[in-house]
Structure formats: structure tokens, C-alpha cells
């Protein structure tokens, strides 16, 4: 997803209410050559300002319209490309620290509607029921269609406390859904850890933020406490994360890598964004940290590993996954991720504005590029979610093609509307609707009981094959399943 996602990043894709973490790295403006300026593209830029400065209905203000300008440049390129005038810049800034404003929900724009990506673990937009796939066509009475994404977003945003109510078309519900939410302060934990049993530890990343590597090596430290030692077998999950900052991501993947082992490698247009980045504290230590990771006990580098994604995982998720998985670090199980795999720099604006612009595609270490495809499973585990809503990279309008990849930006196969029905239908007969959010390394988390059966050897199920009278030899109750 999910130093993003980050997500890096978002996520994937989209905006954050109150913020969106995609890859961040610095870079500085004035180290891009300015190409040569096409002057007459300019005056008839310059002629079209001109004429809606005199003759628009009604008067506009210049600030408001050089915004819009930049806002309609930066978006006409890619989904992840935005122009974030100086409270956008704030939020984003903010973000990235694990605090900030809003309800919660990461969005993008879709047929004039504002679409849930996916909502934000803990936040009042996931604890309402929000699902990815939702389309928001009102917030309290304004309507949706008409606003621009930067417009809709401050709508979402405003003072902790303060209510706001959203109005929802969900795909198989005959009419609008309505949710009342409270805004609010979100301190997001980015890292979180379970002993599970003797000899087995768990850890989720929810978002790749500033202090991620530190709070992971922390973590990792009081599990082999509470252990006693080595353990048998570890799962990290980045399921539904967006990505985020890149040096949190190259040094998540240090803690179980060997040192210098190549993390991902950046290719672009300007020198700043070709780098190849390793399993070393020079790439992961940035903005003057020592090693977080010394610490950290030598067995992790060993354990055996279990990595859970989904198609909310995106971006530095997504480069966590793909290095671990190509160096034969982890066993990847879940479902297909996002396929976010390009880089976007923040370059700030001397008035306090800046532009997250794509400047790179990234790469795994074993040069394959995830870009509009995303991480394939080692081994596919279901989680009895209806995903025919679901959006990847490659739904997005403007998507970066896979370099790597002719048919990457195919549909795939069970993203086939017949199919998907198919299996919709299946599932209805074999188990009860959702009733809300699974607790994640729960006996309610079908993925992550069958990531436990990985690393004990045991037999590991697909949902799709769990059939009401087996559901007790597979850890899921008939009831339970779609959870």
C-alpha cells in the first residue's frame, strides 16, 4: 500500500481524507532542467485566462483560478499526480507523522463520484461500516457530482467533533446507503504486534510512516522477549495498507533481510529518481537516524516468514512483499495487491504550496515491475470478501502502463463479470453476510489462520473450497467466513 500507503501510498490511489501518503523522497525542484517553454501554448493559456476573467457570470478570483489551473494540469497525467495547495500540504505533512484530521477514507474520483479506496484502520470511517468499492454522491446536502476531488476532500475534512453525513451507493444495495460520522483527531498506530502462542509472533503494519522502522524494531524486540528466544515462525501483515514513506519500507524489509541485500531500485527521467536501495542503515536511516535496527535480534533474518497482502496493499507494501518474496525471504499468501509501482516526490512551492508528481516506476529486486499488476500470492487465500467491487491500479483512469509486462494492464481472469458472479453466488449459499471488521489475527481471520497452518505445515485452505460441514476442520465457522 497502507517514509505508504509511504503508500508511497496511498495507495495506492486517491486521497486520504485528511491525508494520502505515496512514495517521498526528497528532491529538489531546481535540479529538474527546465525544457524549453512553449510560448504560443502559453498565450492561449494566457487568452483563455483573459476571457474568464472578463466575461464569466460572475467574478473569479486569480488565486482560485491559477489552483484550479495546476490542479486540472496535475491530474490530467496520472491518479497519483496532484497539485495540494498550502492546508493540503499541511494535512499531507502531518500524515506522515501518524496524525491528522478527518474521517478516515482514502478516495479517488470516478464518473464524477467520490469512491472509496479503502477506509483507514481505526478511523470513524471504518468503524462505520465504509467499504472500498462505496461511491459517495453526497456529503451532508451537497451534491457530489460537480465538486472537483480537492473539493470534495476539504468538504470531508473539519473540526474534531464536528458531524458530517455521507450519503452512499453501494453495488448490490437498491438504495442509497446513509452514514452519520463524527470527525475527528486520527493518531493512527502504525505498527502492531500479537504473541500468538509459543514460537509464534505477528506483526501489522497499517501504514508506512516516519517512526515505522523504529516502533518495528521495538516490537520485534519485546516479541523475542516475551518468546525467550528464536520463534518457529512469523507472519507480517500488509493487508490493507496504502504504502507510505520509502525508507520505512527499505527498512521494514532490512529487519528480515540479509545486510546490503537489494530492497527495490527506482528508474526516471532526472538523476534523483534512479536509486538502488539495500538492506543498509545508509538507505534506511535517513533524516539523521542511527540504526534502529541493530538491536534487533540476528534470528529474525532466519525465521520461517509468512507475508499477508491483499488488494488493499499498495505501494511500499507492495515493495516490502516483492523483495521478500524475491529473495525467497517469505511465503506470500493472500490475495492479489493493488499494483501501485510508481513513485511520486514532493516538491514544495515557495508559498507554502507543493506537488506530488510521479517521477519514477520502481522496480524488485528481481527487476519485475508491479506497476497496474501488483504481487501475486505465493499461495492464494480467499477471505470470503465479495471483491467485484474492488478497484486495483489498473481501474484507475490515466494509469501508468507496466513496463515490464504486455498483458499487465489486462484484466484478470477472475475479475471476469461472469466468473465473479459465479463465485458472488457460490459464497451466498455457503455463508452468512459480513457483519462488520474482523478483528486481524483473530479465529474470526481466515487468511490468518491459514498463514498459522503454513508455518506449522499443516494443510492451508482456500475459502472458496471451505464448504459449510468442513468449516470446523478449517478454522472458520459457516457463520463467520464472511468476516
Request: glycine share 8%; aromatic share 6%; hydrophobic share 40%.
Given at each position: 500500500?497502507?517514509?505508504?500507503f509511504s503508500?508511497?501510498?496511498?495507495?495506492?490511489?486517491?486521497?486520504?481524507?485528511?491525508?494520502?501518503?505515496?512514495?517521498?523522497?526528497?528532491?529538489?525542484?531546481?535540479?529538474?532542467?527546465?525544457?524549453?517553454?512553449?510560448?504560443?501554448?502559453?498565450?492561449?493559456?494566457?487568452?483563455?485566462?483573459?476571457k474568464?476573467?472578463?466575461?464569466?457570470?460572475?467574478?473569479?478570483?486569480?488565486?482560485?483560478?491559477?489552483?484550479?489551473?495546476?490542479?486540472?494540469?496535475?491530474a490530467?497525467?496520472?491518479p497519483?499526480?496532484?497539485?495540494?495547495?498550502?492546508d493540503?500540504?499541511?494535512?499531507?505533512?502531518?500524515?506522515?507523522?501518524g496524525?491528522?484530521g478527518?474521517?478516515?477514507?482514502?478516495?479517488?474520483?470516478?464518473?464524477?463520484?467520490?469512491?472509496?479506496?479503502?477506509?483507514?484502520?481505526?478511523?470513524?470511517?471504518?468503524?462505520a461500516?465504509?467499504?472500498?468499492?462505496?461511491?459517495?454522491m453526497?456529503?451532508d446536502?451537497?451534491?457530489?457530482?460537480?465538486?472537483?476531488?480537492?473539493?470534495?476532500?476539504k468538504?470531508?475534512?473539519?473540526k474534531?467533533?464536528?458531524?458530517?453525513?455521507?450519503?452512499?451507493?453501494?453495488?448490490?444495495?437498491?438504495?442509497?446507503?446513509?452514514?452519520?460520522?463524527?470527525?475527528?483527531?486520527i493518531?493512527?498506530?502504525?505498527?502492531?504486534?500479537?504473541?500468538?502462542e509459543?514460537?509464534y509472533?505477528?506483526?501489522?503494519?497499517?501504514?508506512?510512516q516516519?517512526?515505522?522502522?523504529?516502533?518495528?524494531?521495538?516490537?520485534?524486540?519485546?516479541l523475542?522477549?516475551q518468546?525467550?528466544?528464536a520463534?518457529?515462525?512469523?507472519?507480517?501483515d500488509?493487508?490493507n495498507n496504502p504504502?507510505?514513506?520509502l525508507?520505512?519500507?527499505?527498512?521494514?524489509?532490512?529487519?528480515f533481510?540479509?545486510?546490503d541485500?537489494?530492497?527495490?531500485?527506482?528508474?526516471g527521467?532526472?538523476?534523483?529518481?534512479?536509486m538502488?536501495?539495500?538492506?543498509?542503515?545508509?538507505?534506511?536511516?535517513?533524516?539523521?537516524?542511527?540504526?534502529?535496527?541493530?538491536?534487533?535480534p540476528a534470528?529474525y533474518?532466519?525465521?520461517p516468514?509468512?507475508?499477508?497482502?491483499n488488494?488493499g496493499s499498495?505501494?511500499a507494501?507492495?515493495?516490502?512483499?516483492g523483495?521478500l518474496?524475491?529473495h525467497k525471504?517469505?511465503?506470500?499468501?493472500?490475495?492479489q495487491?493493488?499494483?501501485k509501482g510508481?513513485?511520486?516526490?514532493?516538491?514544495?512551492?515557495?508559498n507554502?504550496?507543493?506537488i506530488?508528481?510521479?517521477t519514477?516506476?520502481?522496480?524488485?529486486p528481481n527487476?519485475?515491475s508491479?506497476?497496474?499488476?501488483?504481487?501475486?500470492p505465493d499461495?492464494?487465500?480467499?477471505?470470503?470478501?465479495?471483491h467485484?467491487?474492488?478497484?486495483?491500479?489498473a481501474d484507475?483512469?490515466?494509469?501508468?502502463?507496466?513496463?515490464?509486462?504486455?498483458?499487465a494492464?489486462?484484466?484478470?481472469?477472475?475479475r471476469?463479470a461472469a466468473?465473479?458472479e459465479?463465485?458472488?453466488?457460490?459464497n451466498e449459499?455457503?455463508?452468512?453476510e459480513?457483519?462488520g471488521?474482523?478483528?486481524?489475527?483473530?479465529?474470526?481471520?481466515?487468511q490468518?489462520?491459514?498463514a498459522m497452518?503454513?508455518?506449522?505445515?499443516?494443510?492451508?485452505?482456500?475459502?472458496?473450497e471451505?464448504?459449510?460441514?468442513?468449516?470446523k476442520?478449517?478454522?472458520?465457522?459457516?457463520?463467520?467466513?464472511?468476516?
Amino acid at each position: 500500500m497502507r517514509s505508504t500507503f509511504s503508500k508511497f501510498g496511498l495507495v495506492g490511489s486517491g486521497v486520504l481524507v485528511g491525508i494520502l501518503i505515496s512514495l517521498n523522497f526528497s528532491a529538489l525542484a531546481e535540479k529538474i532542467a527546465s525544457p524549453q517553454l512553449p510560448i504560443d501554448d502559453l498565450r492561449m493559456f494566457a487568452e483563455v485566462y483573459s476571457k474568464v476573467k472578463s466575461d464569466y457570470v460572475e467574478p473569479v478570483e486569480d488565486k482560485k483560478l491559477i489552483n484550479e489551473a495546476l490542479t486540472g494540469m496535475l491530474a490530467g497525467l496520472d491518479p497519483h499526480s496532484t497539485f495540494m495547495d498550502a492546508d493540503a500540504y499541511k494535512d499531507l505533512q502531518a500524515g506522515t507523522q501518524g496524525e491528522f484530521g478527518g474521517l478516515g477514507i482514502e478516495v479517488a474520483m470516478e464518473d464524477g463520484l467520490v469512491k472509496v479506496v479503502s477506509p483507514i484502520e481505526d478511523s470513524p470511517a471504518y468503524k462505520a461500516g465504509l467499504k472500498s468499492g462505496d461511491l459517495i454522491m453526497k456529503l451532508d446536502d451537497t451534491q457530489v457530482r460537480g465538486l472537483s476531488l480537492n473539493d470534495a476532500v476539504k468538504k470531508m475534512r473539519g473540526k474534531p467533533d464536528t458531524p458530517i453525513v455521507l450519503t452512499v451507493l453501494r453495488k448490490g444495495e437498491a438504495k442509497p446507503l446513509t452514514f452519520n460520522l463524527t470527525r475527528a483527531i486520527i493518531k493512527t498506530q502504525s505498527v502492531k504486534n500479537k504473541y500468538i502462542e509459543p514460537g509464534y509472533g505477528y506483526v501489522r503494519i497499517t501504514q508506512f510512516q516516519e517512526h515505522t522502522g523504529e516502533d518495528l524494531a521495538k516490537a520485534l524486540k519485546s516479541l523475542h522477549d516475551q518468546n525467550k528466544g528464536a520463534f518457529k515462525g512469523f507472519i507480517l501483515d500488509l493487508r490493507n495498507n496504502p504504502g507510505g514513506l520509502l525508507d520505512s519500507a527499505v527498512g521494514v524489509s532490512a529487519a528480515f533481510l540479509p545486510k546490503d541485500d537489494l530492497v527495490v531500485y527506482t528508474e526516471g527521467r532526472v538523476a534523483d529518481s534512479k536509486m538502488h536501495l539495500t538492506a543498509t542503515p545508509l538507505d534506511y536511516a535517513r533524516r539523521g537516524k542511527g540504526d534502529y535496527l541493530k538491536d534487533v535480534p540476528a534470528d529474525y533474518k532466519k525465521t520461517p516468514m509468512v507475508v499477508l497482502i491483499n488488494e488493499g496493499s499498495a505501494s511500499a507494501s507492495e515493495i516490502v512483499a516483492g523483495a521478500l518474496q524475491d529473495h525467497k525471504r517469505a511465503t506470500i499468501l493472500g490475495i492479489q495487491s493493488f499494483g501501485k509501482g510508481s513513485v511520486q516526490t514532493i516538491l514544495p512551492i515557495n508559498n507554502g504550496s507543493a506537488i506530488k508528481l510521479t517521477t519514477a516506476r520502481y522496480f524488485t529486486p528481481n527487476g519485475r515491475s508491479i506497476q497496474a499488476k501488483g504481487i501475486v500470492p505465493d499461495i492464494s487465500v480467499d477471505d470470503g470478501f465479495d471483491h467485484s467491487n474492488s478497484i486495483h491500479e489498473a481501474d484507475l483512469g490515466k494509469h501508468l502502463s507496466n513496463p515490464k509486462d504486455a498483458d499487465a494492464n489486462k484484466v484478470p481472469e477472475i475479475r471476469d463479470a461472469a466468473k465473479i458472479e459465479a463465485v458472488n453466488k457460490a459464497n451466498e449459499k455457503k455463508f452468512a453476510e459480513q457483519k462488520g471488521p474482523i478483528e486481524p489475527a483473530s479465529k474470526d481471520d481466515f487468511q490468518f489462520m491459514q498463514a498459522m497452518n503454513q508455518l506449522k505445515g499443516l494443510p492451508v485452505v482456500k475459502m472458496s473450497e471451505v464448504k459449510p460441514t468442513e468449516a470446523k476442520a478449517a478454522d472458520v465457522k459457516p457463520e463467520d467466513s464472511k468476516k
